[in-house]
């Protein structure tokens, strides 16, 4: 938990241009997808759709 695999953001970057990611709570989701965005570095749409997990999301985002 917190821990991103290069492996896991090395295959969301080599497969299709859409992406879906699913785990269970607290797996590292939020900071997996953190860090492709950061590692692509190019304009991302993330549909967010609670304001708790918005809240997360932004700060693992900010940290980059």
Known sequence: SGFVKS???AACLNSSKHQ????A???G???T???VI????KPTLVFIFDNII???FTKHI???
């Open 25 to 27: 709570t607290g797996t």
């Open 38 to 41: 950061a590692e692509v570095n």
């Open 54 to 56: 918005f809240s997360i």
């Open 20 to 23: 879906v990611l699913l785990g």
């Open 7 to 9: 492996e896991d953001v």
């Open 33 to 35: 997808i953190a860090n």
């Open 62 to 64: 900010h940290k980059f």
């Open 29 to 31: 989701k939020t900071f």
